[in-house]
């Protein structure tokens, strides 16, 4: 594993693996998180196509991310336990690390991990989560495997919470390879389905009560990072019931 330093943050960074180097031999279970993917709402309409097949696969495509545009996938892994449209609880790291195999055709992708630890920012008051950066390169057919470990995201940042992390998500920005276009196919076992419906007028949907927030009915707007400068972010959760 290699820190790349970029003014006084840094990017922990590490080659993909292959399945036979991989802790327990595959993707990490999040069954009992029942993490529901959503689009995460970057800048320059980077991310189309966006869906999820199954409870295993979600995937995207993405155009070029020019120097100031990103977007991606977020996967929440907290929840919130009294309805106070706050994440109460948080996922623990396992052993060994957290697992996903990425393909499609991309060779190098940023992966945005954030803990418990949120701030308030912005004239709507809404909190915002700590993140640090990964980088994975080296992604191709064979070595499609990407390990988020302890000492990736304590090297990023001394003191992150690895015990209460709040949201893993798969960003396209500048750092991607290729950056002409692509696809982003990310596997994980027992992610939530989203079905899709018409609005309701009335109702606390899945996302209000895993910590969302709800200010208007009919969008699926589910994830939002701010840009911080220079390629990090910080995580904004949004949803609106759909």
């Known amino acids: 594993m290699n820190v790349r330093s970029i003014g006084l943050k840094k990017v922990a960074t590490d080659t993909a693996k292959p399945v036979g180097q991989v802790p327990g031999g595959d993707v990490t279970d999040l069954t009992r998180v029942q993490s529901g ?5 970057g800048s320059g309409n980077v991310v189309t196509g966006f869906t999820q097949p199954d409870s295993s696969h979600i995937s995207f495509n993405y155009s070029n991310p020019g120097t100031t545009g990103y977007g991606g996938v977020i996967l929440v892994l907290g929840s919130d ?3 106070d449209g706050k994440l109460e ?3 623990n790291l396992p052993t060994g690390g957290m697992v996903f195999q ?5 060779s190098r992708l940023r992966v945005s991990v954030s803990d418990d630890v949120s701030y308030v920012t912005g004239a709507d008051g809404k909190a915002q989560y700590r993140s640090v950066d990964l980088e994975f390169s080296g992604l191709d057919a064979t070595n499609s495997y990407i390990v988020i470990t302890q000492d990736m995201l304590t090297t990023a940042l001394t003191g992150f919470h690895v015990g209460a992390i709040s949201s893993v998500s798969f960003v396209v920005d500048k750092n991607v390879l290729p950056n002409t276009s692509g696809t982003v196919n990310v596997r994980s076992i027992g992610l939530k389905k ?6 309701k007028p009335v109702g606390r949907s899945w996302w209000r009560r895993h910590g969302f927030d709800e200010s208007a009915v009919g969008s699926r707007v589910i994830g939002r990072e701010r840009e911080c400068g220079d390629g990090f972010y910080a995580a904004r959760f949004e949803s609106y019931q759909f």
């Open 37 to 41: 993917p959503g689009l995460l709402v």
């Open 194 to 199: 989203v079905a899709t419906d018409t609005a």
């Open 89 to 91: 609880t948080f996922y």
């Open 102 to 106: 990425v393909t499609g055709g991309v």
């Open 81 to 83: 336990t009294n309805g």
